[in-house]
């Protein structure tokens, strides 16, 4: 697979503070890969310098083989952006930003209309007079009109309803289908869970580790519910990877199962069980793996 | 330069433009319409030039100042300083929203999300901003000669039309170093302030030269060195070094602010 976006070795500082350090990242062709941190843990930083905004204090980055800094008009002419904050132009109407914006792009504002009237939003009024959610469909629809290859979206359904987080979700399926990469920021676990092939996890400016959605889920943590017949036995905290063990009604067991499960069943084996379940951890519990619960609810 | 930011760097700026535009038409109309009646008294001239200081008579060149002459008139009351006010708000007005205002309202992160390069926004929004100095220095101008042909009022053509290049010089400095300003500092408050600062102190230095031989000796660094209007009207030649001195300092300020948002982080 050829690799869209790729990081090696990005660093940036803001003097003494650490934005970003020494990140490695690649992103495949057709792929969506999720960026998953808190606030603050380099998230917008990494994609400011992917779209030529920042200048990398050191590494490089490169988008579809440009370099994101020195070739940034040519990065920004495949790129679909949407910032995480979103700021637009307040005189103008709707329709008047996607006209501006389109010709930038020499594309037709006419995809950008139809965009609109599927995320329902009114054109014909000034952007001033937008809500926050209405601003944010606004520059959801600037991002994607142009049928951009690489989409970068910054925490996208940040200020969106959950009906209009399942269009949008719909829209990046079908960008995706007709063959798009996407790299999308977001502390909203089941949005990422709902959309990505991989999540990169980012701690304080560094990646912590880049995962398969599917192997986060299915092998690295379980949440494990034993029933058995006769009283909990003694010593199953002790069992590799087992932490957060609770006893409730003397018979029933929960737990949470970190790497493998074979010294688990084996144990437990040894005893009758009246039953056994299996749940995959959800990216919430992921999180907490990584950040720890004190440092996870940043958002 | 892009045509499409130019397009709408004009929808946004044309009003406030115009309110200048409006302000420098008001204000000439009221000049030439006094003007007359000015004239008329006769104990003016006498009672007026006493009371002057002879600082202020050498700053302005009225050393042959005759109030019965539209030209000096017009230096004393308007040309040598709340044009040149007027001016400069409107260039660091424009300059302070080009870069510092845009980073200010997160709008320049999705200007510079779209392929278009840093220099052609900057460049684009500057010749936006320079066809508004020429648009309001020429506004000055035809005014004045049109409420002068309206009021009867005898007038230097020849000089009027030698000031244009003096003054889109003059006010093309202040928004260069202006638009260096937007594009080193982050608030387009402060912009304004420094800016505003700067040009005081570059008038008062011309100002202290004519006290103080040592002021004199760096009269020469400052823009209003180059900037003698009421010499320009009475003698109707375009004074070529000055304009070509202030444009020289509107074109370095100009070219350090492209070269350092060229290298600037843009983070909101």
Partial sequence: MKSVILAESLSKHYGK????EGLDLEVEEGEAFGFLGPNGAGKTTTIRCLMGLLKPTAGRATVLGLETWAQSVGVRELVGYLPGETALYGRLTGEATIRFIANFNNHPPEDGFELASRLGLVLDRRVSGYSKGMKRKLAIVLALMKKPPVLIMDEPTNGLDPLVQLTLYDLLNEHREGGAT???SSHNLPEVERICDRVGIIREGSLVTTERIEDLRSVRLRN???IFAGQVPDGLESLPGVSDLEVQAGNRVQLKLKGEIDPLIKRV?????ADFSVGHASLEDVFLEFYGSDEGSGG | MNWNLIRKTISDRWRGTAVYAGGLVAYVLMLAALFPSVQKVGTFKKAYMKDLPEGLIKFFNLQKFDVTSFDSYMTLQFLG??????MAAFAISFARNMVAGEIQDGTLELLLAQPVARWKVMTSEGAVLLGGIIGLVATTVVSTFAFG???????SYSGYLAFLPL???LAAAIAGYSVLLSAVMREPRRVAMAASGLTLFFYLLHFGG???????KFDWFGIFHYYNPQKVLSSGGVPARDVLVLLAFAAVFFAAALLFFQRRDIAV
């Fill in chain 1, 17 to 20: 503070v650490v934005g970003v």
């Fill in chain 2, 210 to 216: 004519m006290y103080s031989k040592v002021l004199e």
């Fill in chain 1, 224 to 226: 494990v519910e034993i």
């Fill in chain 2, 149 to 155: 042909a309206a009021f009867g009022v005898k007038l």
């Fill in chain 2, 81 to 86: 300083l709340l044009w040149v006010i007027v």
């Fill in chain 1, 182 to 184: 996407l790299l999308f």
């Fill in chain 2, 167 to 169: 003054g889109i010089a």
């Fill in chain 1, 269 to 273: 084996a040894r005893y009758e069980v």
